[in-house]
Each structure stands twice: as structure tokens, then as C-alpha cells.
């Protein structure tokens, strides 16, 4: 008499089944459990449809595909409902709290994000202007730390380094949300101890007895805007320094006339470490803009940031504006 190949019960073959299948498949498809998990809670496959922002169909196929991964039957199907089986509610019970400590812990990510701000900004914006009002900031936003590059390359701000930046151009860059600022104007500015021996200034023609401090092609740029449109400064430049605000710190320092912006270095000018030394204000049509990924427009942390600069931008124009109303803009 032949002796039967597996003589075990019907319900262990079928157990046992199951557990191979599950071994080889190692863990069902994530979007099949989540289907499961939100028809489980909710009791619906068109209410679970719902929260997950598809058709009830695809929650069926997902949570059929399930069943055939891992040889459960999870639902009894009805004309007008389902209902879990003993197997499906065990599933439903520690898929529901597995998913409910994974929502706890991206609460606690995006709350940690949010209590830290990283920006990054020109060197001469943040040390000059941005640095000295930050405390006002911390002041009104404590639970924010806020960490602060200063660096002349635009980064990234797609690659998650940063959450937002202050540039200076035109304000188009694509995939970021920008907000003017203020203007990039500039004049020349000195020491008042050097004031009247500088000279006829505003002539490019008539040598001067202090050095020009700061890029060439900004004092080309005044005087372009002066009228002047064939000017050779190849001579007359002091110490050639990394950044404007090194040249504005030298002239203060009296050891020459810096070409820089009557806004960024207003607090100077208002104290009498510098002062004009000629009263015509010229621009490039480019300025200041505060920028972050478009998709961040809504997060906490930029709001505030964003309303907080708002807020001290409007009051640093109208200290300046004067100095605003009077520039006389030259296209690069």
C-alpha cells in the first residue's frame, strides 16, 4: 500500500505555506500594508480609499495582493462592507501601532527641523547688516537656533544643506521662491578725516590723492552712470581686498575711498565713521533677495524668518531712502 506524501492537515499545509511564502518574499510591498492598515481602521475600503488619496479598487488590489503574499485571508468580503478575520485583526493591531510609531517619529523629525534655521548669505549682507540684527530675531523666535554661512557661492538650496538664503541679483531663480529686499546701490565712501583731500571725485580724469578701495568694475559703473562711458581706471587702487566690507572697514580706517552700498553700511554712515565722498548714488538694477525652496513657503521657520526680515528691511529703507530716491540705475 502506497503511503501518502504528506499526510498533515489540511490547516498545517496551508501554515506552513504561508510561512514559506513569507520567507521568500521577506516583507509584503509597503503600499499593500499601508492599504491594509487604513482599511483595517477605518472599516472601508472607499474610507481608506480616501485618506490615501486613491480608489477603492486599488485599496482592494493592494490588500489582495496581501492576502496572496503571505496565504492569509484578511477580510471577509461583503456586498456593502468588509470585516477582518482573527488573523486580519491580529495583523491590523500591530500594523496599526507600527505605523503610529512611524507618524510619532516624523513628528519628531519635522519638530526638530523646525526648531533650526540654516541660512546662507554674502559675506559683506551678513557681516555687515544681517549679523548685528540678529539678536532681535533669537530675541522674538527663541525655540529657533539659527546657523548662519557666509559665502559668495549661491548653493544649492534643492540639496537640503540649507533652508534659505540672501543673494543678490534678479530675483529669477528657478524652483525658489524670492523676495526683494532692497536695492543694490553704491557710492563712494571714505572717512570723514579724509574727505577733503580726496578731490574731484567725480571726475575719472582728475587724479586723487587717496587710493579707490573696491572692484573696478563697480567704480566703472558710477561713473557710467555719471555720464562717463570711455573711463580707464587702471591706476589709483589701494590695498586689493576679498570683500566690500574689508574695503569699507580700510576706509574707515582712512586709507582710501570704498565704492558700497548707503544701505548695507547705514549704521556707519549714521554714527560719522563714514560719509559720502560725492552725493551721487548709482545701480545696477540688481538687489538683495531672500530666497528658499517654493515647496517651503508654508513652514514654520521660514515664516518667521521671513516676516522678521520683512520687518527690518522696511525699517533700514526708510533710513535710507533718501539715498534710494536719487540712484541712478546702469544696466551690467
Not at 32 to 52: C, N, T
Request: some cysteine.
Amino acid at each position: 500500500m502506497a503511503m501518502p506524501v504528506n499526510d498533515r492537515p489540511l490547516k498545517n499545509r496551508r501554515a506552513g505555506q504561508a510561512q514559506l511564502r513569507v520567507g521568500e518574499a521577506k516583507l509584503p510591498s509597503l503600499s499593500s500594508i499601508r492599504a491594509f492598515e487604513a482599511a483595517a481602521r477605518l472599516g472601508s475600503f472607499a474610507r481608506a480609499a480616501q485618506e490615501l488619496d486613491t480608489t477603492a479598487a486599488s485599496v482592494s488590489y493592494h490588500v489582495r495582493r496581501l492576502e496572496q503574499q503571505i496565504g492569509i485571508r484578511l477580510f471577509v468580503r461583503q456586498a456593502q462592507s468588509v470585516q477582518l478575520t482573527p488573523p486580519g485583526e491580529m495583523l491590523a493591531t500591530e500594523s496599526s501601532n507600527a505605523f503610529a510609531a512611524l507618524r510619532a517619529c516624523f513628528i519628531r523629525a519635522i519638530d526638530a527641523d523646525e526648531s533650526q534655521l540654516t541660512l546662507t548669505t554674502l559675506p559683506t549682507f551678513g557681516t555687515t547688516w544681517l549679523t548685528p540684527r540678529l539678536g532681535k530675531f533669537r530675541a522674538k523666535h527663541p525655540q529657533i537656533t539659527l546657523e548662519l554661512d557666509l559665502s559668495e557661492v549661491a548653493h544649492d538650496l534643492t540639496a537640503g544643506r540649507f533652508d534659505a538664503a540672501i543673494r543678490n541679483g534678479h530675483g529669477r531663480w528657478p524652483g525658489l521662491r524670492a523676495i526683494e529686499l532692497f536695492p543694490a546701490v553704491f557710492m563712494p565712501l571714505c572717512a570723514p578725516s579724509v574727505r577733503k583731500a580726496i578731490g574731484d571725485i567725480g571726475d575719472p580724469c582728475t587724479a586723487l590723492r587717496v587710493p579707490r578701495l573696491g572692484r573696478p568694475d563697480w567704480w566703472l559703473r558710477w561713473y557710467r552712470a555719471r555720464g562717463f562711458d570711455d573711463v580707464e581706471l587702471a591706476d589709483g587702487f589701494g590695498t586689493k581686498l576679498s570683500a566690500e566690507y574689508l574695503d569699507i572697514a580700510a576706509a574707515i580706517a582712512g586709507h582710501g575711498v570704498a565704492i558700497g552700498s548707503p544701505i548695507v553700511f547705514h549704521h556707519e554712515i549714521r554714527s560719522g565713521r563714514l560719509v559720502p565722498a560725492h552725493d551721487f548714488v548709482a545701480g545696477d538694477g540688481r538687489a538683495f533677495w531672500f530666497t528658499y525652496p517654493a515647496a517651503h513657503e508654508h513652514r514654520p521657520k521660514i515664516v518667521r524668518f521671513r516676516e522678521w526680515l520683512s520687518g527690518e528691511v522696511a525699517d533700514a529703507l526708510r533710513e535710507a531712502r533718501a539715498y534710494v530716491r536719487r540712484a541712478v540705475v546702469v544696466q551690467r
